[in-house]
């Protein structure tokens, strides 16, 4: 069994029966009193931050998760297709489109996914961190609006939403940072 002193950033533990990301933790000593580590974790379940203090030493319940790097291929229902490329099997699993949050907005066809399964029940999904889109809407630029650093809406194929700046033209490709949402620049072809 492990102890608080194996706690980490980004481990998965189960407190009070809930599968819980720890996104950040901090071993305390406070004077004569015993030390104890202050614990920040988010319910994978309900997306939920939770604070808990451990006494040093006490026992925890780490899970180990199994991280699958995987293909997206369709959507079906509730769920996003994904297709195992990478360990050769091409086995299909169906991941609850719920798990991407906001983020499946930049998932197009074919892109990789990462997921981590607790058995074979997936519990997070992320798509890449960064993407490259063809905007398929963009308002012209008027000139003398490039000499500022104006942004304006753009649509790319997935149909997400994002701040361009004013030379990006509908039909050019360009790179996007998912984590951020925010444009990063143009794909030359």
């Known amino acids: 069994m492990a102890t608080t002193s194996d706690l980490r950033n980004g481990i998965a533990i189960r407190f009070e029966g809930e599968l819980c990301i720890v996104e950040e933790y901090q071993h305390r000593t406070p004077g004569n009193l015993r030390a104890f580590y202050q614990v920040?974790?988010?319910s994978i379940r309900t997306g939920r931050i939770l604070e808990h203090r451990f006494r040093?030493?006490?026992t925890i319940d780490i899970v180990d998760l199994e991280t699958k790097k995987l293909q997206y291929s369709y959507k079906e229902g509730d769920s996003l297709v994904c297709m195992d490329?990478?360990?050769g099997t091409y086995e299909q699993y169906y991941i609850p489109e719920k798990l991407f949050g906001d983020k499946i907005k930049y998932l197009k066809e074919g892109f990789d996914v990462t997921v981590e399964f607790e058995g074979d029940t997936p519990v997070t999904a992320q798509v890449p961190n960064f993407v490259e889109l063809l905007v398929t809407y963009a308002e012209p630029a008027v000139k003398g609006d490039t000499v500022n650093n104006i942004m304006k809406p753009a649509i790319l194929e997935t149909g997400a939403k994002i701040s361009v700046p004013m030379f990006v033209n509908e039909?050019?490709?360009i790179k996007i940072d998912t984590r951020t949402?925010?444009?990063?620049?143009?794909?030359?072809?």
């Open 171 to 173: 039909g050019e490709k």
């Open 85 to 87: 490329i990478e360990g």
């Open 181 to 189: 949402d925010t444009y990063l620049e143009r794909v030359k072809e």
């Open 56 to 58: 040093a030493g006490e």
């Open 40 to 42: 920040k974790m988010r």
